[in-house]
């Protein structure tokens, strides 16, 4: 009967949706991308807010000790399913009394290998990531995400295994002067970084429709070397939990805890909360 082959089609189409959501959702890392790309075609929007007690350094040269804000709202493009581009711009009050513009950042990334099998697959990508800052440098530690300009390069991996992902990130900084501010003599123009990730996926145990909640738990691991004359060492641990809602609402949570550092930096340790909307099929 036509019916039962329509009926037939349905379950077969439901689970293979299921089967693929339950293969992505511990893989949307917080403080790094996976090798996997966002769908072909979507558009996602997020906004992150960093903060963290810290001290802000004054035009007078002292340092005052505040609740400092880094916001960065962030449009992602799924432009097929090998290329992802992320635009973000930061907004904080790091640096003066008032949240205020800092600059802008552009993330592109290509996945170039893909090996896939049933709820477990491994992808490889290249990633480039492009800065513009417009304030002045006052620390050691070298950031593109609102701290300082340049350019990083690197490869990511990512192995899925079923409920667990583990994925790991190299890279390559470099530096250049911030807008209208050259950089100073004691921040090293390169730098290595690396992240080891790990999430598992701990709701539900069972899908029973595309719409559950997914609850995710990760452990990330970050490193950065800067090299030449300037030589510091910045190792973080970043605990995270996240919350998807209807499979296109997603809430992330998180504590930044340094393990070692022998760099002056604005903070130690930090919060960040986000909140990210998709748009599936949103570029026909």
């Known amino acids: 009967m036509w019916w039962k082959n329509k009926m037939r089609t349905q379950l077969l189409v439901f689970i293979f949706l299921v089967s693929i959501h339950q293969c992505f959702a511990q893989e949307l890392f917080v403080i ?18 960093k903060f963290m ?29 090998k290329v992802n ?3 973000s711009a ?28 049933l709820h477990r697959h491994f992808r490889m990508a290249a990633f480039s990531r492009l800065s513009v800052i417009d304030h002045d ?3 050691r530690e070298i950031n593109l995400e609102g701290d300082n300009s340049g350019i990083n390069n690197g490869i990511v991996a990512t ?55 997914n609850l995710n738990l990760y452990v990330e691991f970050n490193g950065r070397n800067n090299l030449y004359e300037y030589k510091t060492n910045i190792y973080d641990v970043f605990p995270a939990l996240q919350l998807i809602l209807k499979s296109y609402m997603r809430i992330d949570l998180g504590y930044r805890y340094q393990i070692k ?20 099929n949103a570029l026909k």
């Open 53 to 81: 007690n810290g001290h802000r350094h004054s035009v007078s040269g002292d340092n005052e000790y505040i609740i400092m804000h880094r916001l960065v709202p962030e449009v992602a493009i799924g432009l097929d399913k």
């Open 159 to 213: 192995q899925l295994l079923h409920k667990l992902a583990l994925s790991a990130t190299l890279g390559h900084v470099y530096t250049t002067d911030n807008i209208g501010f050259k950089r100073p003599d004691f921040v090293a123009p390169h730098s290595l970084n690396y992240t080891l990730s790990a999430g598992y996926l701990l709701l539900p145990f069972h899908y029973k429709n595309y719409n559950q909640p």
């Open 32 to 49: 790094s991308e996976p090798a996997s790309n966002m769908p072909a075609k979507a558009i996602s929007l997020r906004l992150t807010d």
């Open 90 to 117: 930061f907004l904080a009050n790091y640096y003066q009394s008032a949240i205020q513009l800092e600059g802008f950042n552009m993330y592109v990334k290509y996945r170039f290998f893909s090996k896939d099998d």
């Open 261 to 280: 550092s022998n760099a002056a930096r604005n903070a130690y340790t930090g919060f960040l909360i986000r909140f990210e909307y998709n748009i599936f």
């Open 85 to 87: 581009v992320r635009i």
């Open 137 to 139: 440098i006052y620390f």
